[in-house]
């Protein structure tokens, strides 16, 4: 008997087009006038440089007012293609791996178009941007789809939008017509109603442990109109037994404003919304003033609790709190991984794939329940402890990853914590020389979770 062959061939794919909007630090920003690179380099140790010294920030600064002047000084290029570091706000991850996926489940490379934008620049200025790139992704895609064979007419828009780039999105449901062909949307860490990290930008500096990187970020961030859009929008501030929003006058800060219609615009709904939502790691959530200074927290008091009671920790994805990442009129689906690193994890990935193909029962999300405590900056040469975090902890097992060399350095071993640790497991390091690394914590059946941290010299 002749063996039957059996052929399997490729599914065609989407026939949709496909937007890739990156987060805050995502895209790569460059000189116009000189064509140098001032965000985005491919080498790590210029972000030692530039925050132990300074060099290279000051170009960063937005120096006009008006954001299409500005982009006449400074372009945005592409997407982040290597490891960026801003203290505060730790690393965000390029978005290589993201697009590569992406790649593979659309019908032509030519559906796949990255927005990069000049994050620095306000959110409406940005988004206005963006209905213009859609409109035009689109039309090219269709006319291209549709000379290859019918159905191309059909083509709708995909949005996947990491960070701040979901703001950009959310912005759209304000410009009539801007959402009506796309189908649907997944924002990956979107911090819809803002995060205490960026009051931390704004006002932590001189009595940081390393005041010179929080000083620098503190003059650069003052500048960036995007910066102030990422105030948190929701009851934050513990205020004499009260829970109440944020107010300009709280923070010593002359262009503080703190719109107080931004969180009605910011859960507007969007049509076929999906949140992924970062969870289990260590996320401030709410703040007290004492005597002018900021003091932010790992939790947020019970609206219904008396004065005094602890504080509940929603935790989230180490910088956009639980609740600030998911809209309830969205479909919300959870992994446990830090902010920069939530576009470039397996589970995400594997979820926005499977929302693009239309294929949403074969990618649940899930993974590994982990937590990752690392400081956003150490000194190099002295040892740091860190914690892992998680119902999977007791397995995990911790590395770290020199990024301007690709090696991996020591395994730091873990130990059980006593009272000073919380109960946690917890290690201690030192990294010899100063530079760019991503740690990371594996266990269980999900991703690593990633951190990247900043050796800085003395």
Not at 138 to 160: D, F, M, N, Q, T
Not at 204 to 209: H, I, L, R, V
Not at 398 to 410: F, N
Not at 424 to 453: D, F
Request: glycine share 10%; charged share 20%; proline share 7%.
């Amino acid at each position: 008997m002749t063996p039957t062959s059996r052929v399997t061939t490729r599914p065609p794919g989407s026939h949709d087009a496909v937007i890739v909007i990156p987060g805050i630090m995502g895209s790569e920003l460059v000189d116009v006038t000189t064509g140098n690179t001032l965000w985005g380099l491919a080498d790590a140790s210029w972000y030692v440089s530039a925050w132990m010294t300074g060099q290279g920030l000051r170009n960063l600064q937005v120096t006009d007012p008006d954001p299409e002047r500005e982009r006449r000084r400074v372009r945005a290029t592409r997407l982040l293609r290597f490891p960026a570091f801003m203290p505060v706000l730790t690393g965000m991850e390029p978005y290589t791996r993201l697009m590569e996926r992406i790649a593979q489940v659309v019908r032509r490379p030519e559906a796949l178009r990255p927005f990069p934008y000049d994050w620095r620049l306000p959110v409406t200025h940005n988004a206005a941007l963006l209905a213009r790139a859609i409109e035009a992704h689109l039309k090219a895609w269709r006319w291209r789809a549709e000379s290859r064979g019918p159905g191309g007419s059909r083509a709708r828009v995909v949005l996947v939008a990491h960070s701040m780039g979901g703001l950009l999105v959310q912005e759209l449901a304000r410009l009539p017509g801007a959402l009506d062909e796309v189908r649907a949307i997944i924002t990956l860490g979107t911090p819809f109603l803002g995060s205490l990290d960026a009051v931390r930008m704004l006002c932590e500096g001189a009595g940081s442990p390393f005041p010179l990187p929080r000083r620098r970020l503190q003059a650069l961030a003052r500048t960036l109109p995007s910066v102030y859009e990422l105030l948190p929008a929701y009851r934050c501030v513990q205020d004499n037994g009260v829970l109440r929003h944020l107010a300009a006058g709280d923070l010593a800060v002359d262009s503080v404003s703190v719109p107080s219609d931004r969180a009605a615009v910011r859960t507007l709904p969007l049509p076929g919304h999906r949140c992924v939502v970062g969870l289990g790691q260590p996320t401030f959530q709410s703040m007290t003033l004492r005597s002018g200074d900021v003091e932010v927290h790992h939790g947020i008091p019970d609206e219904n609790a008396t004065a005094g009671a602890d504080l509940l920790d929603h935790s989230g994805d180490g910088t956009v709190y639980r609740y600030s990442a998911e809209l309830r009129q969205a479909e919300r689906t959870y992994v446990h991984q830090s902010h920069g690193a939530l576009a470039r994890c397996k589970e995400a990935m594997d979820h926005v794939c499977a929302v693009i193909s239309e294929d949403e029962q074969g990618a649940p999300l899930g993974g590994g329940e982990l937590g990752l405590e690392v400081p956003d900056v150490v000194h190099a040469g002295e040892p740091f402890t860190f914690a892992v975090t998680g119902s999977q902890s007791a397995g995990a097992s911790c590395y770290v990853v020199d990024l301007s060399t690709g090696g991996v350095q020591e395994s730091p071993v873990l130990r059980y914590g006593d009272a000073a640790y919380g109960g946690r497991r917890a290690g201690e390091l030192l990294l010899t020389e100063p530079g760019l690394y991503r740690m990371a914590a594996a266990g269980g059946s999900g991703s690593p979770v990633t951190r990247l941290l900043l050796a800085a010299g003395r």
